[in-house]
């Protein structure tokens, strides 16, 4: 297991299983990022997001797929990160009171998909693709709306109130911009990349929101941190779902 260690709040050494969950806990209803960047701010490096990644980051993506009830990404990312079928530990999963599998959601404005893919063909909860009325045809379920904000609602309707979202930057632009974004779990990696990547999030101008460091974590010279809104805390009840 890879040794990831506590360093704010209260330093611990290193997390268990458990103890890294209830770092991630959720507080409430929650849409929550999950990103990786290098040192000088780069999402990708060579076209992706994977490379900049390494034991501690997987780990912690794995668990935070555990624990949601549904994934939300980009059809770019889909192709891109060649997203396979989502199965995160059904057995933790209906031990805690989940589903056996997360709901998996992809944006997609043109279905620009491949339904050979593996995150469609290999299944075990069929997707939903959430497209713009007159897209066209795909061999999945399709829901149409006109913004994020129907996204959210419509995925909160199915029952999740625990939204995972991994992007990518434009999806993340978009969801700030619409004041959706509740938290952002951001794995910062020991590289530099150079001017060429873009950010984590791009799109249009959105008003700087305010958010809250809830801990710092670290598996060698990676670092991983998690941010929320500062009303999400004080406002909402706990819920640890």
């Known amino acids: 297991m890879t040794p990831i260690r506590r360093m704010l709040p209260d330093p611990h050494d290193p997390l268990d299983d458990d103890a890294l969950r209830a770092c991630y806990a959720y507080e409430r209803p929650t849409l929550r990022m999950n ?19 390494g034991p501690g980051d997987k780990r912690i993506f794995d668990l935070l797929r555990a624990g949601c009830d549904a994934l939300l990404v980009g059809a770019n990312t889909v192709r891109t990160e060649h997203y396979d079928a989502l199965r995160p530990d059904p057995e933790w999963r209906t031990a805690n009171g989940l589903t ?6 992809i944006l997609s404005r043109s279905l620009n998909l491949d339904p050979d893919q593996a995150i469609f ?11 713009a009325e007159g897209a066209g045809r795909f061999p999945a379920e399709l829901v149409t709306v006109g913004d994020l904000a129907q996204v ?8 999740a109130e625990h939204i995972l979202c991994e992007g990518g930057p434009s999806l993340f632009g978009q969801l700030i911009a619409a004041d959706l974004v509740d938290e952002l779990c951001l794995t910062i990696s020991p590289w530099l990349a150079g001017g060429e990547p873009g950010r984590i999030a791009t799109g249009p101008p959105a008003e700087a929101r305010e958010m809250s460091l809830r801990h710092v974590l670290t598996d060698g010279d990676q670092l991983f941190l998690r941010y929320a809104r500062k009303q999400v805390l004080v406002d909402k009840p706990v819920d640890n779902h």
């Open 35 to 53: 990103f990786v960047s290098s040192a000088d701010g780069a999402a990708t490096v060579g076209g992706r997001s994977g490379p900049l990644g």
């Open 100 to 105: 056996a599998y997360p709901l998996m959601a």
């Open 121 to 131: 063909t290999d299944a075990p909860r069929p997707p939903i693709v959430f497209t």
């Open 152 to 159: 959210t609602d419509e995925l909160n309707r199915r029952g």
